[in-house]
């Protein structure tokens, strides 16, 4: 299920076994605090905790022991165990067992980020796996705009949309963001300046507004991000890499036969960044990207073999950009 179903399905009643795994650690956590709010009682004695890199081999016995141990005057023991990829042996021999009998009287939580090696457990027996990947811009965008409504606080869905695309859709800093502008606003109506004002915004979607100004030619708002940036912690080197890499992606997004769903699976993107990757891309062009991404290579070499300071490097590149015909 995905995490915005957990929710409905724990009024249902418990499950056996979750598995909270995604990127997302915001989905991560308050995953597991629903859980425990729902079917945690007495927590100093019914709540135990393992950290799954500590349990290889036989000691995967001792979180086997721990679901098995009885609830202390209540109806559920929870045991969370996070980082858990067990190899296929490992499975088999200790939590294969456990998982085809698991005792009703526990709830075992399970928190992996995902991507790492190991037996894949959400296809397991017992197990319900709550899919904490990060969710689809509309999806974050949606939830800005109704916890600041809930707030008493009047947001226009574009600048919902803006919010969520700051913080680069990751729900961890969205919430921080949504929850600073609740206590500052109080209630009313959120302009877009003050949003501008108090929301941070990340650095890859600085990176993200400059090269958005460089597909639209606009020189001031490139000088003015770019400026930002630096102003950050951002060298020249650093500016160079970061329009190099988006320049790369977006002819190898651009050149690829693949549809925007499959070339999504293969490079861990979703399918609406890829549409929009492409959108950006045809609007530069395939020739252009392709002049872009060895002009940005060549000075990027030529800076770490001395032959240019990182300055004019960068000056180079941007008269390139901006001002050389198409």
Do not use: H
Not at 174 to 193: H, M, P
């Amino acid at each position: 299920m995905k995490y915005t179903e957990l929710k409905d399905s724990i009024k249902d009643g418990a499950q056996k076994i979750y598995l909270l795994e995604g990127e997302d650690a915001y989905f991560r956590l308050n995953g597991e605090e629903m859980i425990k709010k729902a079917f945690l009682e007495m927590p100093e004695l019914n709540y135990t905790v393992f950290e799954g890199e500590n349990l290889k081999g036989s000691a995967l016995s001792e979180l086997v022991a721990a679901v098995k141990n009885y609830p202390f005057m209540a109806e559920k023991r929870i045991i969370k165990v996070t980082d858990l990829y067990p190899s296929e042996s490992e499975f088999e021999t200790y939590l294969k067992p456990l998982f085809d009998d698991f005792p009703p009287t526990s709830v075992l939580i399970i928190v992996n980020v995902g991507g790492k090696r190991g037996v894949d457990l959400k296809r397991k027996k017992a197990v319900t796996f709550v899919d904490c990947s990060k969710a689809e811009p509309e999806t974050v965008a949606r939830w800005v705009y109704i916890t600041l409504k809930r707030a008493g606080i009047v947001c226009s869905v574009a600048s919902s949309e803006n919010i969520a695309a700051y913080c680069l859709y990751n729900m961890s800093r969205v919430s921080v963001e949504v929850q600073k502008l609740i206590d500052y606003k109080g209630q009313g109506e959120l302009t877009q300046a003050e949003i501008d004002e108090l929301v941070y915004k990340d650095a890859d979607y600085r990176i993200y507004e400059m090269t958005n100004a460089v597909a639209r030619r606009d020189f001031t708002k490139y000088c003015a991000v770019s400026a930002d940036l630096r102003s950050k912690g951002f060298d020249e080197i650093s500016v160079l890499n970061g329009l190099f890499s988006y320049f790369r992606n977006l002819l190898s997004a651009l050149s690829s036969p693949l549809s925007d769903g499959k070339y999504a699976a293969e490079n861990g993107m979703k399918e609406y960044a890829v549409k929009k990757t492409r959108e950006q891309a045809s609007q530069i062009g395939a020739n252009n990207l392709k002049n872009y991404v060895n002009l940005f290579y060549k000075s990027i070499a030529d800076v770490k073999c001395g032959v240019i300071t990182p300055l004019s490097a960068l000056q180079i590149c941007e008269n390139t950009l901006f001002f050389s015909g198409k």
